[in-house]
Each structure stands twice: as structure tokens, then as C-alpha cells.
């Protein structure tokens, strides 16, 4: 029963590495650039919906609407400031801008917010469900965490198989050049991708709040780098890799902790990560790209 | 434009600079000998007086003030003169701040706030020979190092260590018959050290600690479901939390998202849980701490002392400000028990006062009964509350 605990509470984790994930690889697939402020974006979106609720009393899902309205800007701003001027330059510049903007998120908000560490309130919900007379307890919130990622993830394919968004991201990941000269814009697209990224990235800041009820200049860092560390364990640029790098990543986290040492889990999680690209350097579902000379 | 912003940029640093200085000067004080058999000592001291570690150094800062207005306006034959220097938590700092006190003519010493300032600084009290007591600097590295001994350097607080023995001899005392589940951080020395010290006392007072690998770091300081897990698994029914209150108030926020519902029991970095913002009080409702100082408690010193400061700073002091009033009430004892008056023999001063503390007691608001041993480190009685209701209330 322990075991399962430490299941569930890991496969909970790891969705929210998931949804995060996301944001990661569908920026890598299209826009081929790694998106470091990703997890500063998390950051922004967990402040915004702490204010909204204990400054101005709005209820949880306006916040989190709030919040993800926010993030969403966000994103399409730092996109068409930041990166977007550097499309044509070498991939090293984008990458130091990506980190530099992380830095700048981090340090605004340490100027705006202060650099204590706030008490995300409970906006979703509290209490938990017992099962087997009281052997299992899974909270509320570990249960909205994983039937939300689910939903993310059918909803997204769905989006990026049917509708025409969706395959204009896909022709543009494909192959940027033929995309254009089809008639897709590809500013356009790519933002939309960074509005897509940043609104997940609001949601898993209001998860991951709420799981762990703090809230700090620094918070989307470390998840930032795991739920990376995920898109690449998956396959980057994968969706479905994404999924399941970021739910193997969360378990393997967890059972490491209960089961190893709770010091080296970390160590041990990018060990696991270190042998599966050794194995398969793409990712366990990502592509073999054939570039052809 | 280029030019005009160079100049502009000029004019605002000699403003700063200006600033500043105003705000240094006419500091001074002179040791005027005076005719009715008073005499004043000059009490220096250096803390954090801006950056992050502020709170601490003004609440030091506030306290001591306090104690020298009360003293100087006693008809105490020892008036204070006292004056303390920022050294924004740094070492470097703290050692410039050091020289500016020495040149002032100090003649005792509250040290500094921080350990990390006072390990900069020990041993150059000790090398002039100024007597100087810590109110709050716990790192052992202020009044002895492995190979030698600070004879003129004291602590009024704990040190890290004693913190660990002092909690397993409360436990064993009160609590013998709990199961025990430690989760500490292990890349903080202060969390780190009473750690180690508790499990040494803890195996030496036979108390049944079940789980002690509950261990997390900066990077992992969010998610503790799983030692939470292990300590329920293993049945304990008390946690210790040797930490900081900001993650312990996560650890009781994911204890009770599982239903889990052992004692608490922490130690002074525990102290400010309650004054968390946004957080919910109730979830420490029966967590026991260990501090030398509630401000709730009743005896009549801590009720003056609390009233008073109240009263001058609009504040409930804290153990940093409790900790300072003590330190100039101590050394004032001190003082008086050695007789010190006009054309005292100022270079035995310092071996004067260390014979002095390492033979009184002394009452004060932190503890009843307080020695100091050889080596500067404190003996006294840690006060165990018990949160109740959202306030401190002595758990005996």
C-alpha cells in the first residue's frame, strides 16, 4: 500500500513535469530553439494567481483563467522581443537570449515581489480521498493533477492532428521553408505555439502551487529543468514523448527518494537520463531526423 | 547626451556619498569622567543594519538600546555608552566595522549578529583583549576553534549543536515514548548540525528513533510526500524538524494533505512559523519548539521586557532582541561584581569579565540560572512551547 502511495504521488509529479514538458518541446519542434524562460513563465504565472486570490479575493478559476491569460501575453511578448529578431542568427545566440530573459523574469520579480518565500493559499481544493479503510489517502489535488494532464494531452493532439493550426505547426516543424512557400506564416504560427506553451505553463504553475504551497522568484526553476530533462528523456519535440519522459521521470523521481536515498535521487534521475540517450540518443519516441547534405 | 548622463551619474554619487557620511557623524561620544562616582563604558557591536539579514541586527540593535536607556537612566553607578556599527551580515565588513569600533574605544563588545561576521572577527577581540558576548552569532567558530580557545569571546544562544542535545533530553524527559522520524537539510550547517548531534544524544538516551534518513536539500525543498510517507510507514508519532520555518511550514501543510497527524517538534529556526505570511496557523497547532524566549511567557522580566519594547518599537520582540537585552544586562552584572569604576585597570578588563561569566549566573529573559562554560558556550534551560490556539505557550 506504501508503494502505491509513493506511486501515485510520483505519477502526480510527473504530470505536472508533463504539462510543463510541453511547452518545452512543442517550441523546440517548431521553433527548433530551446526555450529557457519557460520555467520563469511558470514563475509569473503562479504570482499572478497568488495576487489575484489573496489581494483582490477573486475566486480560484478566475484566477487561474487570469493567470493563464497572463502567462499566454506573456509569452507571445518575450517571443516577439526577444526571439523573434534573432530567427536568422545562429542557434548559441538564441539559446544565451533564452537564458538571459530567464535571468531578467527571475530578477523582475525578485525587484516586484521580493524574494521571500509566499504561502500559495488553497484555490482548488483541500481534503483527500480515502480508500481501503483509510490505508490509501490520495488528496484532491493529486487526482485534479492527473485527470487535467490527461485532458492537456488529448486535447492537444487533438488540436495538432484536426484542426488547421494544428497542421500548420506540424508543416512547420516538418520543414520550415516549404511551410511558407505553402501560404503558412510562420511568425504566426510560432507564436501561436509560445501562446499554447505559456498557458499550459499557467496551469502547471497553479498545480504545482498548490501541491507544494510556496511561492518564490526562483520556483519554476528547478521544475523547469526537470520537465527539459523530461522532453528530452521523451524524445524533444515529441508530444507523446513529453508524456511519458515527464510521468517516467516523476515516478522514477519518487520511487528513487522512498526506496534509494532521498538525497541522491536527483543523481539518479539524470543517471537514468544519461542511459537512455546512450542508448537512444533521440529520445525513448523520438524521431531519427535523416539530414540530408 | 552621453556626457550630460556622466555628469548626472557624478553628481548622484557625491549625493549618495554625502548621504552616508551625514548619516555616520556625530556619533562620537566623548568618556567624560564624571563627578558622582558614575562611570561610563563604552559598548560597541556590530549586525546587519541593512540587507537581508536587517530584521536581525535592528532587532539586536533595538533590544540593547533599550537595556542602555533603561540602565542609564537607573541610578546605576555603570552607565553605557553604546554604539553599533552595520556590517550587512559580511565578513570583510564586518571586520572594517571592527576597526571603526576599536578606534571609537570600545571597551566591551556585543560582538556581532551573525556567525558568519563573527568568525571573521573572533579572533581579533581576542588578540586586543575586548571582552565581547554574542547575542545571537550560535556558530561554535565565535568563541573557540579546534585548536584553540577564545577566553574573552561568550554566546548568550545556544550553539547549533546544544540545540540537538538540549531537543533529545526534552524528548527523553517529557516524550520518552515516541517513535521519532527526523527530516533535516542536509546541505545547511546549521540544520546539519543539530541533526547530528540529536541522533549522537538520542542513541545515548535510548530514545526509539524509527526513520533518520528523511533527509532533502535547497533543490528538493518543496516536495516532502515521500519522507512523510516513510515516517508514517515506520509508525513514528513525532517528527523533529531541525529546519527553518519556511519548508517546515510545508512539511505540516503535506502532513495533513495525508492525514497524518504525528507532534512536530522544532527548534529555534522554528521560531517565526506563526508570523508566515498567508499561512494557516491551524496546521501548527500542537507543534512544540524549542526557544530560549517566548514572549507570551509571564514571569515578570519578560513581561517588562516585552511591555517596554512594545512600547518604544511597536513591535513583539523576538529571541534576537531577547537574546541582546540579556547580553547588557549580563555584562552590567558583571560589571558591578567586579567593581569597576573610575582608573580601573582597563588591560585586565577583558580577563576580569571572562572570570566574571564563567563563575556568575544570571537571570535574564531568555533563561533563570545561566552559566557560561570555559570555552564561551552558554548553559541554560531551553523552553519548550507549545503552539496553542496560534500563540506560544510554555509546554510544562
Known amino acids: 500500500m506504501t508503494f502505491l502511495t509513493y506511486l501515485i504521488s510520483g505519477l502526480a509529479l510527473g504530470s505536472v513535469y508533463a504539462i510543463i514538458a510541453l511547452g518545452y518541446t512543442m517550441v523546440y519542434g517548431i521553433a527548433k530553439m530551446l526555450n529557457f524562460a519557460h520555467g520563469d513563465i511558470i514563475m509569473a504565472g503562479g504570482y499572478v494567481a497568488f495576487y489575484a486570490f489573496s489581494k483582490f479575493g477573486l475566486p480560484g478559476y478566475l484566477c487561474i483563467i487570469l493567470s493563464i491569460i497572463f502567462s499566454t501575453i506573456l509569452g507571445v511578448i518575450i517571443e516577439r522581443l526577444a526571439y523573434k529578431p534573432l530567427r536568422a542568427a545562429s542557434s548559441l545566440s538564441v539559446l544565451i537570449t533564452a537564458i538571459g530573459v530567464s535571468y531578467f523574469l527571475q530578477n523582475a520579480a525578485q525587484l516586484m515581489f521580493g524574494s521571500d518565500t509566499k504561502i500559495f493559499p488553497a484555490m482548488l481544493t483541500d481534503g483527500s480521498l480515502k480508500l481501503f479503510n483509510g490505508q490509501l489517502t490520495i488528496s484532491y489535488l493529486t487526482i485534479i493533477t492527473i485527470v487535467t494532464c490527461i485532458i492537456i494531452m488529448v486535447g492537444l493532439t487533438t488540436f495538432i492532428n484536426k484542426t488547421k493550426i494544428g497542421k500548420a505547426m506540424r508543416a512547420c516543424a516538418e520543414d520550415k521553408g516549404a511551410a511558407q512557400l505553402m501560404g503558412i506564416n510562420l511568425n504566426t504560427t510560432i507564436s501561436i505555439t509560445f501562446a499554447i506553451g505559456s498557458g499550459l505553463a499557467a496551469i502547471a504553475a497553479v498545480l504545482l502551487c498548490s501541491t507544494y504551497p510556496s511561492l518564490s522568484p526562483t520556483l519554476g526553476s528547478m521544475p523547469g529543468i526537470k520537465a527539459f530533462t523530461a522532453a528530452v528523456f521523451g524524445g524533444i519535440g515529441s508530444i507523446p514523448g513529453a508524456l511519458l519522459g515527464g510521468i517516467l521521470l516523476g515516478i522514477i523521481e519518487n520511487l528513487t527518494k522512498a526506496y534509494i536515498s532521498t538525497q541522491l535521487s536527483d543523481a539518479i534521475v539524470f543517471t537514468v537520463l544519461i542511459v537512455v540517450l546512450l542508448i537512444k540518443p533521440t529520445g525513448l519516441l523520438g524521431k531519427k531526423e535523416n539530414v540530408k547534405v | ?396
Request: charged share 20%; with cysteine.
Open chain 2, 1 to 396: 547626451m552621453k556626457k550630460l548622463l556622466v555628469v548626472l551619474l557624478a553628481m548622484l554619487c557625491v549625493l549618495t556619498l554625502a548621504g552616508c557620511s551625514n548619516g555616520g557623524s556625530g556619533n562620537g561620544g566623548n568618556n567624560e569622567p564624571a563627578g558622582d562616582g558614575t562611570v561610563t563604558v563604552k559598548l560597541g557591536g556590530s549586525g546587519p543594519l541593512s540587507g537581508d539579514a536587517k530584521v536581525y541586527g535592528e532587532a539586536v540593535r533595538n533590544a540593547a538600546q533599550l537595556a542602555v536607556d533603561e540602565i542609564n537612566a537607573s541610578d546605576s553607578k555603570i552607565k553605557f555608552d553604546f554604539k553599533m556599527e552595520d556590517d550587512e551580515a559580511d565578513g570583510e565588513k564586518a571586520v572594517s566595522a571592527y576597526s571603526t569600533l576599536f578606534d571609537w574605544g570600545m571597551q566591551v563588545s556585543l560582538f556581532t549578529v551573525t556567525s558568519g561576521s563573527g568568525a571573521a572577527v573572533a579572533a581579533s577581540y581576542d588578540e586586543d583583549g575586548i571582552f565581547a558576548i554574542t547575542p545571537s552569532g550560535s556558530s561554535t567558530a565565535l568563541v573557540y576553534t579546534d585548536s584553540k580557545n577564545y577566553p574573552g569571546n561568550f554566546q548568550m544562544c545556544f550553539t547549533d549543536p546544544n540545540q540537538g542535545v538540549a531537543s533529545a533530553d526534552y524528548m527523553a524527559a517529557n516524550l520518552a515514548d515516541k517513535k521519532i522520524a527526523i527530516i533535516y537539510k542536509s546541505d545547511d550547517v546549521y540544520s546539519a548540525g543539530v541533526y547530528e548531534k540529536f541522533v549522537a544524544e538520542a542513541a545515548a538516551k535510548n530514545l526509539n528513533v524509527v526513520y533518520k534518513d528523511g533527509a532533502f536539500t535547497d533543490d528538493s525543498s518543496t516536495d516532502f510526500s515521500t519522507q512523510l510517507t516513510a515516517a508514517k510507514d515506520a509508525g513514528a508519532d513525532l517528527v523533529f524538524l531541525p529546519i527553518y520555518y519556511q519548508p517546515a511550514s510545508l512539511i505540516l501543510k503535506q502532513a495533513k494533505d495525508m492525514d497524518y497527524a504525528p507532534v512536530f517538534f522544532g527548534v529555534d529556526g522554528m521560531d517565526g512559523i506563526l508570523t508566515l505570511e498567508g499561512f494557516d496557523t491551524s496546521l501548527a497547532e500542537g507543534l512544540y519548539l524549542l526557544t530560549p524566549f517566548a514572549a507570551d511567557a509571564s514571569d515578570e522580566a519578560t513581561v517588562h521586557f516585552v511591555k517596554a519594547f512594545q512600547e518604544k518599537y511597536g513591535e513583539v520582540p523576538n529571541q534576537f532582541a531577547a537574546d541582546a537585552y540579556d547580553c547588557v544586562y549580563a555584562i552590567k552584572q558583571a560589571l558591578e561584581n567586579i567593581d569597576y569604576k573610575e582608573g580601573y585597570a582597563t588591560n585586565g578588563l577583558c580577563e576580569d569579565l571572562a572570570a566574571q561569566f564563567t563563575s556568575m549566573t544570571f537571570n535574564g529573559v531568555t533563561g533563570e540560572n545561566m552559566t557560561w562554560a570555559e570555552n564561551g558556550e552558554v548553559s541554560k534551560a531551553p523552553k519548550a512551547v507549545v503552539i496553542t490556539n496560534g500563540v506560544y505557550v510554555s509546554a510544562d
